[in-house]
């Protein structure tokens, strides 16, 4: 059926898929047991033995893995298979530690591939489609999990990598590309670049744009979808657990499919660990339940969702988390009250008056946190008198009062000055960390 890559796996019955992940459970287990000295000595601490994992429901007894138990094994500790058997390393950034190091067997890349051709087939992306992939090329996930995943569907496969926009302008118009494969903050970027060179979006044949790799709310992807035309998809992961392609959502926009048959999802409390009911608010963590070279057990992502386990319009029985709304390491505490900036982008695109670029600048005067929100105005509100300006500020200023209970500095800047980006976006400068 048109719409499905792999239909018999992503249709299966929810008691299906408890069975097949209880078997990949238990068999993981004993081979990380066996191979993995890091996950052994965890288990032993808690008194755990790979005979008492048999169905899912055991998966409580077992410990959480953190960033930090990573970079303690750096680089290669927590590999589960000799390094002949490893094809491909990445690694995440680092900027905030020592960078952690994740290996695919050849085994894994093809899993990886398959997972990606099943989102991609979800966008409505087939072989005839021609991406441009813009997510960049290296030790970052994200430029060779889209670039393998377009070919595995057999549709042309462009890897321009981020960066040099104008040239990404060109060529996006002149080979017909139908499908983008990049960070929403650099489809938006790529959107004002297209208006800015005087060309029309009926010069372009995009159709389809797959974002991810850092939060962005319902409102982003309403504007992106109006500035280039397209119907833009939600892609979700970590180079941890895989890369891009653990979930994405589907065209009815209502969460994102997490492949369930590859990675076991749960929903804890970060401060106690606990695990919480489906619909609820919290830490996911993540199992992987196929991966060769480097299998994680209960990973804590500290990015924040909720599970539905609700069958979709679309026909698929695998369970949807929730747009994540940011990473508990990225929430911003002011004047005690939690603050995502996501929270933010939404008050701005809701007053809609404004352009979508934004910084969030949190400060320390004295004992008092201070919060700024910069936005850009938009070229035409340029000649907008005074008073027109002050009430789109006081919008916002309101709109920020009611969601968060916080006052902010609204200061409407001028157009085209708050960086653009061409991969993760920056949106907060948090000066009380220099203090
Ligand atoms: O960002 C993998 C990726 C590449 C995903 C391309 C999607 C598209 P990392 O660099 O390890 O891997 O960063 C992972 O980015 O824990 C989230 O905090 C955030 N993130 C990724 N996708 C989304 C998304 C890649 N769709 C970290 N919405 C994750 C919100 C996202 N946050």
């Not at 790979?50 to 290669?76: G, H, V």
């Not at 939690?338 to 004295?366: A, C, K, W």
Request: hydrophobic letters at 35%; one cysteine or more.
């Amino acid at each position: 059926m048109k719409g499905f890559w792999d239909q018999k796996s992503e249709c299966m019955s929810r008691e299906q898929i408890h069975d097949l992940q209880s078997k990949k459970l238990a068999k993981l287990i004993k081979r990380v047991y066996t191979n993995v000295p890091y996950y052994r000595d965890k288990m032993q601490e808690k008194g755990v033995l790979p005979e008492d994992i048999k169905t899912m429901e055991d998966i409580e007894k077992l410990p959480f893995t953190t960033k930090q138990d990573l970079r303690e094994t750096y680089p290669f500790g927590m590999f589960a298979t000799p390094m002949e058997e490893i094809v491909r390393v990445h690694a995440s950034s680092g900027t905030t530690g020592k960078q952690t190091v994740v290996g695919y067997t050849q085994n894994d890349i093809a899993t990886w591939s398959e997972l990606m051709a099943r989102c991609f087939t979800m966008a409505g992306a087939d072989r005839s489609s021609i991406f441009q992939v813009s997510y960049g090329y290296g030790l970052f996930t994200g430029g060779l999990g889209a670039h393998y995943g377009a070919e595995r569907i057999g549709a042309a496969t462009v890897p321009t990598s981020s960066g040099n926009t104008q040239r990404q302008i060109n060529i996006m118009k002149d080979f017909g590309v139908t499908v983008l494969c990049c960070t929403p903050s650099y489809a938006l970027y790529l959107a004002e670049a297209i208006e800015e060179a005087g060309l029309s979006l009926d010069d372009f044949k995009l159709t389809a744009g797959i974002f991810g790799a850092e939060p962005w709310t319902e409102n982003m992807r309403g504007e992106i979808e109006k500035n280039l035309r397209i119907k833009a998809f939600d892609i979700y992961g970590l180079s941890e657990v895989m890369g891009p392609g653990v979930s994405m959502d589907c065209q009815y926009k209502n969460g994102l499919h997490i492949w369930e048959d590859h990675f076991y999802p749960e929903i804890i409390n970060s401060q106690t660990c606990e695990v919480l009911p489906a619909n609820t608010d919290g830490e996911l963590v993540f199992t992987t339940l196929t991966k060769e070279g480097f299998p994680l057990i209960r990973y804590r992502t500290r990015d924040v969702s909720s599970i539905s386990y609700e069958k979709c319009a679309c026909g698929r029985t695998m369970a949807r988390m929730s747009k994540p709304s940011g990473r508990t390491d990225d929430m911003l505490i002011i004047r005690g009250v939690n603050v995502f900036p996501s929270q933010i982008e939404s008050v701005l695109l809701d007053v809609g008056e404004t352009s979508p670029h934004y910084m969030i600048i949190v400060d320390r005067v004295g004992t008092l946190d201070t919060l700024e929100v910069q936005v850009e105005l938009t070229a035409d509100m340029l000649s907008d008198e005074v008073k027109k300006l002050e009430d789109t500020e006081n919008k916002i200023r309101k709109g920020i009062e009611t969601t968060l209970g916080l006052s902010a500095k609204i200061t409407l800047v001028e157009s085209k000055t708050i960086m653009r980006s061409e991969g993760k976006a920056k949106r907060v400068i948090d000066k009380r960390k220099f203090k």
